[in-house]
């Protein structure tokens, strides 16, 4: 995880002045080991990079990274698969070396379509004058554009700051291939045109897939003095995903039920599917898929640093390295019972639950938050602590995800008895998330701005800090996670019909509907969830990993049939996300195999805090900046 930036200006008097220092903040806090800038001036242009490193692989590397013939690279990303990376190399210099032996457009192009994992970059090829940026295909970092001065100056960033009242505000760069410009060019002729070199599917027997208009997916607020133009070589990068596999049964399909279900949803359901030796085989292909996925996320990580840390209780001789965002729920179980398998064995692993309280709280007394005197975690002062992190009342904190997960715990604990799970109780009161989201938040989750990306943009940001308590039989203790890295099961509900309007689409438009939405749920994830969460989770100087947004994953579930994956005639907490389910049965956890979907704004409470009569797609005022 980086922060990485680029301001550039065509006048002297324009130079830089995107880069202040609130935008700097921001970037240092994503990158905490290592920062530092670097100045490249033409007659025509001037480019301030800006790099901010947290260190998680190989040898640190600070950026910006320059060579000898002038090149510039700035690297937010991590290498899993398709281009070689060795334990003790630097993704960073890897790609850099490799991007200085490209000769053509068309070697840069082929180097990034190797590329598996979650990335963006700006690179700045000296021979050419020329500025190359973009974001993975699905979107999983987030890289923002900002234009002022009628197109005399624009800003590539991580992360931006959000001002009152300024007209021209940071926009995400859509996550629809690679963008190009000439920066001569666009000196002299006073506009700024990006080229774009998009995604496009190559088949086995070379063929390629005629894509829609890509330009649709740009944003359509640009200032006029930008554009986006199709490059002209028609040039483009390979997919990294198959395409989904939209087949219908040609005959009606059998049920696996039968007369072994004596109770719809119940277990006896999924152990139907599971005497069906196809369907077993299946899973267990799934299963072997996200394992893989699952331990490149867990294994790529340098744990030597996380041997000393004055902010955490000592309540094992290691500390966690990898945390998992956790509701119990089964996306979240099935990914910690596979990274059980990665995870050193004398390692803990942190499951991050958070709740927000609806009743107002002051701090507690301290006999009633701890049975052992212990001192509270240093807080930085940007972020003031409430004291909430036990409630007076324990029952206003068991919101439902705090309930499954505790019952989660449990199934973990029965599955690896001898593994340190640390269940951080996250409790988070109205006073504390009024004062973060004003100070922090609102400048993270933007420039998403409806209530859901509130709801969801605190909730996470709030987990992801890992501030919390741990809760045994003997004590109640202050604690924070020191694990970087963390996972979420962001993508599951997206390609396995998780949400409610999966059934909507089903029931008034069958397979074929069903079909479409899985598309477009997936097409969309990287300007609906992913940037937001980047950018909400960086900002504690930690990594999200996404292995349901594995790319063999995605192509894995992309090649099934829809009825492979899902059976929407089954009810809730079976049948969306089945192949999961079935998948949670196979790893020993039946509890949770059977919990329906319940969204973290619901789980956890916090759609219920504030304004309750609003709608997830209204615009939310509490993310505006104050003036």
């Known amino acids: 995880m980086c922060g990485i930036c680029c301001s550039v200006s065509f006048s002297v008097e324009h130079a830089s002045e995107d880069l202040k ?104 090829q000296a021979s050419s004058h020329s500025l190359w940026f973009g974001r993975d295909f699905f979107g999983r970092r987030s890289l923002l554009w900002r234009f002022s001065n009628l197109g005399k100056s624009f800003c590539l960033s991580s992360v931006g700051a959000q001002i009152s009242g300024v007209a021209d505000q940071w926009q995400e760069v859509p996550a629809c291939g690679i963008f190009q410009i000439d920066l001569n060019s666009a000196a002299v002729s006073r506009c700024v045109i990006f080229k774009l070199y998009p995604w496009k599917y190559v088949s086995k027997d070379n063929v390629v897939e005629e894509c829609a208009n890509d330009l649709t997916r740009t944003p359509a607020g640009l200032p006029a003095c930008v554009s986006v133009v199709a490059n002209e070589a028609k040039l483009y990068l390979s997919k990294p995903i198959v395409p989904l596999n939209k087949k219908l049964p040609q005959v009606p399909l059998k049920t696996h039920c039968g007369n072994s279900c004596s109770v719809p949803g119940s277990r006896e359901t999924l152990d139907a599917f599971l005497t069906d030796e196809y369907m077993k085989k299946v899973v267990q292909q799934f299963i072997e898929v996200l394992n893989v996925a699952v331990k490149r996320r867990v294994l790529c990580l340098a744990r030597e640093e996380n041997l000393t840390s004055k902010e955490v209780l000592k309540t094992c001789s290691k500390k966690a390295s990898v945390a998992i965002l956790f509701s119990g729920g089964v996306d979240s179980m099935v990914i910690a019972a596979l990274a059980d ?93 009024q004062e973060l989201r004003r100070a922090r938040i609102c400048h993270l989750v933007q420039p998403l701005d409806t209530v859901l990306d509130d709801s969801i943009g605190c909730a996470v940001w709030f987990a992801s800090r890992g501030i919390g308590c741990l809760v045994t039989q003997d004590a109640v203790r202050s604690y924070k996670s020191s694990a970087k890295v963390i996972l979420t099961g962001i993508g599951a509900d997206e390609q396995l019909a998780g949400y409610s309007r999966h059934r909507v689409r089903f029931q008034s438009l069958g397979l074929e509907g069903l079909n479409e939405e899985i598309e477009m749920e997936l097409g969309r994830i990287s300007s609906r969830n992913l940037g937001r969460d980047d950018r909400v989770i960086g900002d504690h100087g930690k990594e999200a990993r996404f292995p349901f947004l594995d790319e063999n994953v995605v192509s894995f579930l992309n090649s099934l049939p829809v009825w492979e994956k899902v059976d929407l005639s089954l009810p809730r907490g079976i049948g969306e996300k089945l192949i999961l389910r079935l998948a949670a049965m196979e790893l020993g956890l039946p509890v949770s195999a059977l919990l329906p979907k319940r969204a973290i704004q619901f789980g956890s409470r916090i759609a219920k805090l504030e304004k309750t009569n609003e709608k997830a797609s209204d615009k939310c005022g509490r993310l505006q900046t104050l003036p």
């Open 21 to 124: 220092e609130d935008v700097l903040y921001n970037l240092r806090r994503r990158g905490p080991n290592s920062s530092k800038q670097l100045l490249k001036s033409n007659v025509n242009y001037q480019c301030l990079f800006s790099g901010h490193v947290l260190h998680l692989r190989g040898v640190l590397t600070p950026q910006p990274v320059e060579d000898e013939s002038g090149n510039v690279f700035l690297w937010n990303g991590e290498v899993f698969n398709g281009v070689k990376v060795e334990a003790e190399d630097s993704d960073t210099q890897v790609m850099f070396n490799s991007l200085s032996a490209c000769s053509s457009e068309s070697d840069i192009l082929s180097l990034f379509s190797k590329v598996q994992g979650p990335w963006s970059f700006i690179y700045y």
């Open 341 to 433: 398998r990665h995870v050193p064995s004398d390692e803990p692993v942190d499951l991050l639950n958070v709740a927000f309280m609806t009743k107002r709280k002051t701090r507690p007394p301290i006999a009633k938050v701890e049975r052992k005197q212990q001192k509270l975690p240093n807080i930085p002062s940007e972020e003031p602590y409430q004291g909430t992190a036990v409630p007076q009342d324990p029952d206003d904190a068991e919101v439902p995800d705090r309930v499954t997960g505790k019952a989660g715990l449990k199934e973990l604990q029965s599955v690896n008895p001898s593994r340190t799970w640390n269940f951080v109780e996250i409790n988070v009161s109205l006073e504390e998330l």
